[in-house]
């Protein structure tokens, strides 16, 4: 063969938990959308989860000033000292419960605690517990590491919090991790202070181990946030999963934390030295600015996110086919939309296409998301009451 010949590229052979991996909508669906736009479409954008507000002045300033100062090194695997121990500081506050900087791991974002506690604790054929409709890397997950993925379906008519008598009955010796998610994405859902005590004795003295996904836990619209580390007994077996994310409108700056038991936050380090080397040295300065800083912005976001989300509650009741119970916390919406007598994802598809508004089918978050669509809040009143008026008369046309 001559040296010029143009060799076929040879195939791909990727390993076979590949094709265990799931994906997050969220993001094709945006990518599609844009796609449109650069067709000239105009799109709503309410598909993609995350605050519109830009990241507060003093926490922007704080990550200048570190990068002037000389943050651009490597640190500590586990996060910076003064980090975790403000993150210590601030869930030991707002759990009730006392925690120290050795069982807080930073990370990059919120998922990594997903990915890193999985990792560590469950083992292929292991059963993991995981809300449906839930946020889509759970499952994801769970399949990725050849562990078996039980759904515990989250209804409309317990204001999509999980039914305990259901959970207990899922629960066998196989069972390794429970994945609890309050305020929920996509449902909006509010755990009770009754259901976490529930969930705790539906899972008694049992060697299983809590995910408990808290990331939403400051956008909240009415109540106080409970966590299950809180119940006697529960601290040792429960990963906090929370971030900057959300709380702070800083998506793109991927920085987030787990709280949990020292000899567990030593081995996660341990992943982390593996995989990323550390959260990055100016972001983790700034989030020390975060958390000790002023969180009067942080308020006015939850006040911002609860009037939209009572704008479009209220204006999508008003479309036929549509109906929405009132989420009580994070900034999604979960309209039943079974009367439109359309499957979600082709509602959702057709949305998008024809109506010029993005929203993910309900399936993107399980095969219990059937009949549902969500719409992210976290966009102005203006755009949001503009989603509602083309809905209504895309409705108006095909229904
Ligand atoms: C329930 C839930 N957990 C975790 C995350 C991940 O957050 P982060 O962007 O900080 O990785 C999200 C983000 O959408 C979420 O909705």
């Known amino acids: ?72 090194h490597y640190g500590p695997s586990a996060g910076l000292p003064d980090l975790r121990e403000a993150i210590a500081d601030d869930v030991s506050k707002s759990r009730g419960v006392k925690f120290t900087s050795d069982e807080v791991v930073v990370v990059p974002g919120g998922k990594p605690i997903i990915f890193f506690t999985m990792l560590a604790l469950v083992e292929e054929g292991d059963e993991v517990i995981y809300p449906n409709p839930g946020f889509p890397i759970y499952e994801s997950m769970i399949n990725f590491l050849g562990a078996k993925a039980v759904p515990i379906a989250l209804r409309e008519e317990r204001d999509f919090r999980l039914d305990v008598n259901e959970l207990a009955s899922l629960i066998n ?50 109540g106080e946030p409970f966590s299950i580390c809180a119940v006697n007994g529960m601290k040792e077996r429960t990963i906090i999963l929370d971030g900057f994310s959300k709380t702070y409108a800083m998506t793109g700056w991927r920085m987030g934390y787990g709280v949990m038991r020292a000899d567990l936050a030593a081995h996660i380090a341990r992943l982390m030295t593996n995989s ?11 989030g020390i600015e975060a958390i000790r800083g002023d969180q ?25 086919g549509f109906s929405c119970r009132l989420p009580k916390g994070a900034f999604y919406t979960f309209p039943n939309i079974t009367q439109t007598g359309w499957p979600s994802k082709k509602l959702a598809d057709a949305l998008l296409d024809e109506a010029g508004v993005a929203g993910l089918s309900g399936t993107a978050f399980g095969a219990f998301g059937e009949g549902y669509m969500r719409f992210s809040v976290a966009n102005s009143v203006e755009n949001l009451q503009n989603a509602l008026d083309r809905i209504d008369q895309w409705t108006k046309k095909n229904l």
């Open 173 to 222: 010796d196989r069972t390794k991790l429970i994945i609890i998610n309050s305020p929920q994405n996509p449902t909006g859902g509010v755990l009770t202070k009754n259901d976490i005590y529930d969930i705790a004795a539906a899972i008694g003295d049992r060697d299983i181990m809590v995910l408990s996904d808290e990331i939403y836990c400051r956008l909240l619209f009415e």
């Open 296 to 320: 009067s912005e942080t308020e006015r976001m939850r006040l911002e996110f609860q009037k939209r989300r009572n704008v479009f509650v209220n204006g999508i009741n008003q479309i036929k």
């Open 1 to 72: 063969m001559s040296a010029l010949t143009v060799s076929e590229p040879t195939q791909l052979h990727l390993a076979k938990r590949m094709s265990r991996l799931g994906t997050e909508t969220a993001f094709e669906v945006l990518v599609r959308a844009r796609a449109l736009e650069r067709e000239g479409k105009n799109i709503v954008h309410l598909e993609i989860g995350e605050p519109d507000f830009d990241t507060p002045k003093n926490i922007v300033e704080a990550a200048v000033d570190a990068l002037y100062l000389g943050y651009t």
């Open 276 to 286: 990323n080397s550390c959260t990055a040295s100016f972001t983790q300065v700034a």
